[in-house]
């Protein structure tokens, strides 16, 4: 009796193991079947996606550098689009007889694994390998990546012999090799790509960094617009709310109907309750930039303090020296932190020296034009920067440390203007330089054209928007105003 039972149940386990191995290839999706007129899960997925964030949408806006400003808006959004998931299948339609079967590579997933997969034997991945041109694009599969195999259809428990393989050399080549015993011929296809200028819109929602996702913008594009354009302006933890809205200028290079890369953010707007933020990209003597709608850097010259989250434990001025006992002039300011904190260069600079400096210990002193100069003390360690070379404002420097003449570990920092020490916390820091002349008129004649596209999108989306837009507009059109 328990003999039976234990041999039923180990016959359903066999079974069910079999199962899963007869149905091992849905892991991979068959190709060879074409697109049958139903939807995998995966773009029925997409599809409700796009379906319930009715308020993410993404508008194409063919080149807007090209355009120019003067150009009327069309009443008939004839460049509105919906990037609607494509179906891959479809794409290998009409090759009867073959097997190709498509697979997204996983993180850290290696072309080793995938050969297992396919019950593909290893000789057959060393001579994959061995194919000039293909180790470069095989040996580091990247997530996501998309991989075709032509293989038989499998036997239980068998090897296969690989027929052929598929994948992609940059945006825009596929690679097929197709293997023949022991040959191997390469076929290199060319894969059009298209860039789009759009304009991607939503609301912020419960995340910000998820919605910007799902409109299609990379985590870079997200780090762009809460840590270098609205950083200044928006305090992302407290000032932001679920029906804010964003619009972000980007480029997108699409392939065969894929988006495979989402370029950095051109022009952005935010709308924090009916407050609206805007910034832009411009390429100032060769460096991009962000700006305001009338041309002031969005970066300020100087961030007030270098390193975050201190607290100041000694001001500028008359002092009994902490290790001295007499009463001397405390030329910077202190900041308490722990060892190892890093320091960040104040404003954009050229390293004037990166080294022991007596009483300072391990010093960074920083040169930023126009007379203004700093100095960070008693690092415990320097930052990979070298006398002489230039960095941007907010690279590390070094990390606090208690070095030279210091009771415990903090940053001593000075601020000098022309020489003369001032104090950092009180002093009106110089306002960054603005664009004038010839490239400000360039400017003006790129982010009007963005702007309008960005207020051309909103005023479909959003019902509410024509009041906000209309500062948006103000803003392009007055110069010399503050945005
Ligand atoms: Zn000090």
Redesign the pocket.
């Known amino acids: 009796m328990i003999n039976s039972e234990a041999r039923a149940q180990r016959r359903q386990r066999l079974d069910a193991l079999r199962e899963s191995v007869l149905h091992r290839p849905v892991l991979a999706r068959h190709l060879s079947e074409g697109f049958n007129g139903r939807w995998s899960r995966r773009q029925w997925a997409h599809a409700s996606l796009f379906a319930t964030l009715g308020m993410l949408v993404a508008a194409i806006v063919p080149g807007f550098r090209a355009i120019e400003p003067a150009t009327p808006l069309t009443p008939a959004l004839h460049s509105m689009a919906l990037p609607l998931p494509t179906l891959p299948m479809a794409r290998l339609r009409g090759q009867p007889g073959d097997s190709w079967q498509a697979v997204r590579v996983e993180r850290g997933q290696t072309l080793g694994a995938l050969f297992e997969q396919f019950n593909i034997p290893a000789a057959t991945l060393q001579r994959v390998m061995k194919q000039p041109g293909a180790r470069e694009s095989l040996s580091r599969l990247k997530p996501g990546m998309e991989l075709q195999f032509d293989v038989p259809v499998p036997a239980p428990g068998q090897q296969v012999a690989l027929r052929g393989l598929r994948f992609d050399r940059g945006d825009s080549h596929r690679v097929e090799l197709s293997l023949d015993g022991e040959n191997i011929r390469e076929k290199v296809i060319e894969r059009q790509t298209e860039t789009r200028t759009v304009v991607l819109s939503g609301k912020v929602g419960r995340s910000l960094f998820r919605s910007a996702r799902k409109l299609g913008l990379s985590p870079s594009n997200v780090n762009t617009l809460t840590g270098e354009i609205f950083k200044y302006d928006i305090d992302f933890n407290e000032d932001v709310g679920a029906n804010d809205r964003f619009s972000v200028v980007v480029e997108q290079t699409w392939r065969e109907g894929e988006l495979v890369k989402t370029g950095p953010v051109l022009a952005a707007t935010f709308t924090t309750g009916k407050k609206l933020h805007s910034g832009f990209r411009f390429e100032r003597n060769g460096k991009p930039e962000y700006f305001t709608g009338d041309g002031r850097p969005l970066k300020k010259s100087f961030i007030r303090m270098p390193i975050p989250y201190a607290r100041l434990t ?1 001001g500028f001025g008359a002092r009994r020296h902490p290790v001295l006992g007499r009463m001397r002039m ?1 030329k ?3 900041y308490a932190a722990g060892t190892g904190t890093p320091i960040m260069a104040a404003g954009d600079a050229r390293v004037v020296s990166a080294g022991w400096q007596g009483g300072y210990g391990n010093a960074v002193v920083l040169d930023h034009g126009r007379g203004y100069t700093t100095l960070y ?1 008693h690092m415990s360690r320097l930052g990979k920067i070298k006398r002489g070379q230039r960095i941007g404002q907010g690279t590390v420097i070094g990390y606090v440390g208690t070095t030279g003449m210091s009771t415990g570990p903090h940053l ?1 920092y000075e601020f000098r203007i022309n020489g003369v020490h001032r104090n950092p916390l009180s002093i009106t820091m110089p306002p960054p330089e603005p664009l004038t002349g010839g490239p400000l008129a360039q400017f003006r004649k790129q982010t009007s054209v963005a702007l309008a596209r960005i207020q051309e999108v909103e005023n479909i989306i959003y019902a509410d928007v024509s009041p906000v837009s209309s500062k948006v507009a103000a803003v392009a059109s007055k110069p010399g105003k503050k945005g």
Do not use: L, N
């Open positions: 000694s405390h910077g300011v202190d003390g001593h």
